[in-house]
Every structure is written in structure tokens, then in C-alpha cells.
């Protein structure tokens, strides 16, 4: 978990599959994904960053970059390799490829099954 000085935190919240941006109580945002475990080819585990919102009443605040780096950085953290699917974590990391640039990999058709998968469990 990581928060501010302005008391906005993330908190990675494993067993909904996402990471939360909060506000006190009060959910603002979030960021999707799926684990994919490592296969028998020597990859590590990965973890597919398929959905990121925050609400629009608190866009325009650099939010989403908070609540993106804080994730890629638990994922780096974790050894996971970093797989973008959502939109706006792919080009947060066109933005700012370090230090995730060694940690990204494109996704593979198991990802993006799990990345399906996760989002129907999430009601996505």
C-alpha cells in the first residue's frame, strides 16, 4: 500500500483481482488484473493490467498515474513480469518506460484468456 500526503492511497486488493485508489473510504479508482502463474518455460509469473478507471468527478488530477505506478511498481517488486492490455497502463508505460522496461512482456493468448476471464468474475 502506498499513500499521500493528501491521504490517497492504493491498496492492492488480491482477492478482487485489482488494485484500489482511495480516498479516505472512499473508492476513486481502479486498476484490473489477471495473474497468469509461470509456465514450464522458464517465465515468471505474470500479471495482466487489462482495466484502469478512476471517477470522473476526480479526473484530470493525475490519479490514474498514481494508481498505475504504484501497481507496476508492486508488480516489478513481486519479480511478476508487467503484461498491458488496458489502454491507459499502455501508454502510462510508453510514458515513462523506466525503470518497467525490462518487466514488460506482450501478451500471449493465455493472457488475454485470463484477462477475460477476471473481467467476468469482476462483472466486467
Known sequence: MSEDADGIR????PERERFELRDGDHLIGLATYAVVPA?????????VFFHTEVAEAREGQGLAGRLAAAALDSAVAAGRVIVPVCPYVTAYLERHPEPYA???AAPTPADLRAADEAARRAGA
Open 102 to 104: 525490462g518487466h514488460v
Open 10 to 13: 492504493v491498496v492492492d486488493v
Open 39 to 47: 509456465d514450464d518455460t522458464g517465465g515468471g509469473e505474470r500479471v
